[in-house]
């Protein structure tokens, strides 16, 4: 498909993610936002005037305009895929935020949609364009810890997120840990053969909601490899998001950051700074370089960063996560009724 110099975007959904696009979208030469829909009028039509663009209420009206040459979803999870499939439909690339959809026959429905139309579609599994988690991935494909041996993921958040948003995220393995897997997927390049999960809740309307705050996830690779994933919903010190590799060569470590680096050293001791607040400043470059990414693949043809099957694996460990803490055993994760098939990239809808 011909993608022009100057890329046109339409933004499905102007919560929190959408406005954090609407932010790397004015920071990055090339890209410009043409139209921004939300079923909140006035947030769209005050969003609209403000960036100088189009609005509207309806996820299809933009879908039909000839200038619009990629859509990003960033809309309520339980759109995502019907938006996903009538914007593949309607001829448009898609970037959008996890999930494509709450099946795999869902997310097979999309990519194999994508594969038949030949248009790009990319999950923002953003992390992964985090510069301090790029560059420690890239570190152990170089062989600089040698044969990993050890591999530990800490991810606590802050603030703690609202009921409402709780209600609806498909619980901490779809919304969290999800994205600790594809991490993992991301460091290795390889699929664990063994996953155990526990977990518990601390914060009593969570856990009214059937769902954990609280979670320890321990995967064993062929090899010998172990790895351990701890989520908390959580951090009253802030935004904790850590990885440690450990190898027979030595050690990588991806460390919190800080808005400011300064210590104060004194006779009490060092005094450092807290570390962020939230995700949307940890991981501001991150939101930034995937839709760098995106729009480079759009012109050049380059194949996108994330796969079908690293979308399908995340999925199937998120549900071989939550199934190991309901029956309180480990799990094989080729025994995952989807592994004993290959993809579904043909899949009809």
Not at 155 to 166: N, V
Not at 231 to 250: C, T
Not at 252 to 268: G, H, I, K
Request: some cysteine.
């Amino acid at each position: 498909m011909a993608i022009p110099e100057n890329l046109n975007i339409a933004l499905l959904g102007l919560g929190r993610a959408g406005k954090f696009h609407i932010q790397s979208i004015q920071s990055i030469p090339g890209i410009s936002l043409r139209c921004v829909v939300d079923v909140d009028e006035s947030l769209a039509r005050r969003l609209a005037k403000e960036l100088q663009c189009d609005y509207s209420t309806d996820a299809e009206w933009p879908l039909g305009q000839a200038d619009i040459d990629a859509v990003i979803v960033a809309s309520p999870t339980q759109e995502h895929y019907g938006q996903i499939i009538t914007a593949l439909d309607a001829g448009k690339p898609v970037f959008t935020e996890k999930p494509l959809g709450s099946t795999l026959e869902e997310i097979d429905n999309c990519f194999g949609l994508a594969k038949r139309n030949e248009l790009p579609l990319l999950v923002g599994f953003n992390r992964r364009f985090d510069p301090s988690f790029s560059s420690l991935a890239r570190g152990v494909k170089e062989g600089q810890v040698g044969v990993l041996q050890m591999l530990r993921v800490t991810s606590r958040d802050s603030p703690l997120p609202t009921m409402d948003y709780i209600r609806t995220s498909h619980g901490i393995f779809h919304d969290c840990i999800v994205h600790d897997f594809d991490m993992l997927r991301f460091i290795t390049g390889e699929d664990p053969v063994e996953i155990y999960s526990v977990g518990s809740s601390f914060v009593e309307e969570i856990s009214a909601l059937g769902d954990l705050d609280n979670v320890l996830v321990a995967l064993r690779y062929d090899g010998g490899m172990i790895a351990s994933i701890d989520v908390n919903r959580f951090a009253s010190y802030g935004y904790d998001q850590r990885i440690e590799v450990f190898g027979s060569r030595g050690m990588l470590q991806a460390e919190n950051r800080s808005p400011v680096s300064t210590v104060l050293s004194s006779v009490d001791g060092l005094l450092r700074p807290t570390i962020e607040h939230s995700f949307p400043t940890r991981y501001r470059e991150a939101y930034r370089q995937e839709l760098v990414v995106f729009s480079d693949c759009l012109r050049e043809g380059t194949p996108l960063p994330v796969s079908h099957e690293d979308v399908r694996m995340s999925f199937i460990l998120s549900e071989l996560g939550e199934q190991s803490h309901r029956e309180a055993r480990p799990l094989r994760v080729t025994d995952h009724p989807a592994l004993k098939h290959s993809p579904r990239e043909d899949s009809k809808i």
